[in-house]
């Protein structure tokens, strides 16, 4: 069973800057995709970024997207989020997640039902 362990989360202003990681240990698919994931108490869960295992496909949810970046070393067992120009609504605990990658992964990376393995997760505050 895979094991992915955030770290880096904390509190922050508004305007300023967080990187996040995840520790991969223990992963069994030879193709895999990974993503964050963000959800505020009595929230759903948001999608924020995904990836392949090759790195050849990302996605960003729009409301992310220029300001988040997702990354990862050689073997994507750290995976990162670099989040600037945090705002206030960013607050909530993120969560990386893994997924076996299939044909029919692309056609909705953002589903958090193709997610099996989750993260217990890391708050992020962002105060005003």
């Known amino acids: 069973q895979v094991q992915l362990v955030e770290s880096g989360g904390g509190l922050v202003q508004a305007g300023g800057s967080l990187r996040l990681s995840c520790a991969v240990s223990?992963?069994?698919?030879?193709?895999?995709?990974m993503a964050w994931f963000r959800q505020a108490p009595k929230k759903e869960r948001e999608f924020l970024a995904s990836?392949?295992?090759?790195?050849?496909?990302?996605l960003y949810a729009d409301s992310v997207k220029g300001r988040f970046t997702i990354s990862g070393d050689n073997a994507w067992n750290m995976v990162y989020l670099q989040m600037n120009s945090l705002k206030s609504e960013d607050t909530a605990v993120y969560y990386c997640?893994?997924?076996?990658?299939?044909?029919?992964?692309?056609?909705?990376?953002?589903?958090?039902?193709?997610?099996?393995?989750w993260g217990q997760g890391t708050q992020v505050t962002v105060s005003s």
């Open positions: 990836t392949t295992w090759s790195g050849g496909s990302t």
């Open positions: 997640a893994e997924a076996q990658y299939s044909d029919s992964y692309l056609q909705s990376p953002w589903d958090a039902k193709r997610y099996g393995s």
């Open positions: 223990g992963r069994t698919y030879s193709s895999y995709a």
